[in-house]
């Protein structure tokens, strides 16, 4: 398969998943992005259309810190980090929105991490 036709399978899922899931202030939709390098978290009101916080491999506060683990320890250290602020803002339920990614690999411990930290979805 293509990286053309993967891009477009992904987005399919992607949009079929966000037209049935959404995030409130009480319970925020947790969304995934990967990259070949990076991987990326955030909290979102889709409500007020807002980011509550995010997370990445590339933010200051966290760059340092995972400079030389693997990918999988990197994704589980953003799931914890994220999961730590959304708690210092009151927030303790999301939902899961893995952005048309299986649900293994990086993607999942990120979901671990978060799990670890306190979120529950």
Wanted: aromatic share 6%; with cysteine; net charge positive.
């Amino acid at each position: 398969m293509s990286n053309i036709a993967k891009r477009k399978r992904r987005s399919k899922i992607r949009h079929r998943v966000r037209s049935k899931i959404s995030g409130t202030a009480e319970k925020p939709r947790l969304c995934v992005f990967k990259s070949s390098k990076h991987v990326y978290a955030q909290l979102v009101d889709d409500q007020a259309r807002e980011t509550i916080t995010a997370a990445s491999t590339v933010s200051m506060n966290m760059k340092d810190e995972l400079s030389d683990k693997p990918k999988m320890e990197k994704a589980e250290a953003i799931g914890e980090y994220l999961a730590r602020t959304a708690q210092e803002k009151g927030i303790t339920k999301v939902v899961f929105d893995r952005s048309g990614y299986k649900y293994h690999g990086i993607v999942k411990s990120l979901a671990e991490g978060a799990r670890k930290g306190g979120l529950q979805f």
